[in-house]
């Protein structure tokens, strides 16, 4: 029987009697619904899951995504998307000069269909550091005063993969070859800042720490004091739950509610590996 023990933070809850390595059936697809719906991340601690289940378990979900970076694709399973620092490969949006200039995020939210959910399970993790935040934006956003909120309600968000790409350049990663990625770099989506969960009916904010490069009508230097302000209310520590992950962890995350960011970790001494599935948004944003 499938059990929930939320966690000490606003969102976040533990997941026990289920295995990942079968597809759910009807009862445990509508009780994880539910739950992610209520906690906004689920922790599934303990697995064993090889590529394969780990695409079918998500496939009872959603349509499943792949990952623009082509080269972090798994070989055999295009849906798996290698986040990481193995296989001579690179694969992280932590600061590589291990600051805490965090890249909050939600994921594909710089393309034209993003991620409802994304779940990731972890084979190998360092000893320290390679955490995962969460932050949630339901939070965010009712701590907005109502004169913040009526303001951001009014706005629109542009997003590009740019964002990200100078500003893992800057912290001193090799950024990704020419050629690697398999949709346009140049392409900017603007959604609302404000988004309103199409199943819970809240309102949430919908922007990342990087990703997103301004507010349309905006001079740049408005949008990005405004953007930083943004971020440093919206992912404050008591909206966050901070994942340390072991081998087996798998966590899913609801991207209509929460950001996340990864924390740096020792690449030259300490591997990472770890395996997403990506699930398609299936209702319309704005
Ligand atoms: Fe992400």
Redesign the pocket.
Known sequence: MLKFEPTEAVIGARVSGIRLDTPPNPQEIAQIEAALETHGVLIFPEQDITPAQHIAFSGAFATLEKTARVSARLDGHPEIFVVGNVDGQVVS?APADGSDDLEW?S?HMHLEVPARA?MLYCIETPPEGGNTLFACMYSAFDALDPAAQAEAEGLTALHSVSGLQNFLQAKGAKGAAEGEYDSPEALTVRWPLVRTHPLTGRKALYFGSKVTIGIEGWSAPEADAFLTGLEVNATQDAFRYSHAWAPGDAVLWDNRRVL?AGTPFDMARYARRMHRTTWREDHPIA
Do not use: A, I, Y
Request: proline share 0%.
């Open positions: 949006f995020h994921d994304s996340h």
